[in-house]
């Protein structure tokens, strides 16, 4: 599995050779069960082993474990990352059960909060991550980029934000940037391989990739399953005009 390196060229030249680096992952693996945790497990470790060096020049972070001052926010997703979580989800939820536990059961009551609400409603509702437990996410080890990129230097504004009494905070630019950087690498060669591409909202979607039958086949066969839970922040048509510009050669 290629990990490409932003050491090794500007922004642009990350992006192509992450882009490089997906197709091929996709030609090897398009159509089999392993396509997800392949692309996933790519996407991740070109995150996590460029953002030392993405972020040197940054502050510390005031992120820590225990902290999730910053998960009553939207969260956006790409399908593969959804199916992901939902495979997590099927996988734990009979022990977690067994203890009294029903993730599932919190997933559903939160989104009959959150769906359908904006970014600045869902901030302003303060509705906390049905996955948060104790402070700690539950399902840390399979969270989506979004989660992955938001990371702050400034505890204190993290939380002032939270109860409306601040608007702007310190977030790590190098986070937000490498975020983007793979997130759109990853949509683009989805995009060229026939697959829905687009982002979707985390809890809407996850319902969607948990009720509908071979959900997860169906996608990778190319159907657009969670097309009910579009987030489009940028119109589709825009981005597609940008890969079109940025397809690597």
């Not at 909060?113 to 948060?132: K, M, N, S, W």
């Not at 539950?138 to 934000?161: E, F, M, N, T």
Request: proline share 6%; with cysteine; hydrophobic share 45%.
């Amino acid at each position: 599995m290629s990990t490409p390196h932003a050491a090794t060229g500007g922004p642009q030249d990350f992006y192509q050779d992450l882009h490089r680096a997906f197709d091929a992952t996709l030609a090897l693996h398009q159509g089999r069960p392993d396509l997800l945790p392949a692309l996933l497990a790519q996407a991740f470790d070109s995150f996590h082993g460029n953002v030392a060096i993405q972020c040197e020049d940054e502050p510390p972070l005031a992120c820590h474990r225990g902290c999730a001052t910053c998960c009553t926010l939207r969260v956006s997703a790409t399908v593969p990352e959804v199916m992901l979580v939902a495979r997590f989800l099927r996988a734990v939820q009979p022990a977690l059960q067994a203890r009294g536990i029903d993730l599932v059961a919190q997933l559903r009551e939160a989104n009959t909060q959150t769906e359908g609400l904006d970014e600045a409603r869902r901030v302003g509702l303060r509705q906390r991550c049905p996955f948060i437990a104790q402070g700690v996410c539950v399902i840390y080890q399979v969270r989506p980029l979004a989660c992955r990129g938001h990371a702050s230097h400034d505890v204190k504004a993290c939380v002032d934000a939270a109860r409306g009494a601040r608007d702007e905070v310190p977030y790590s630019a190098g986070h937000h940037l490498l975020r983007a950087l793979v997130q759109n690498a990853l949509q683009s060669a989805l995009r060229e391989a026939g697959l829905p591409w687009g982002s979707v909202e985390l809890n809407q979607g996850l319902l969607l990739a948990l009720d509908t039958p071979e959900s997860e086949a169906r996608w990778v066969a190319g159907e657009d399953v969670l097309a009910a839970a579009a987030v489009q922040e940028v119109p589709a048509e825009e981005m597609a005009a940008a890969f079109d510009r940025l397809r690597p050669h």
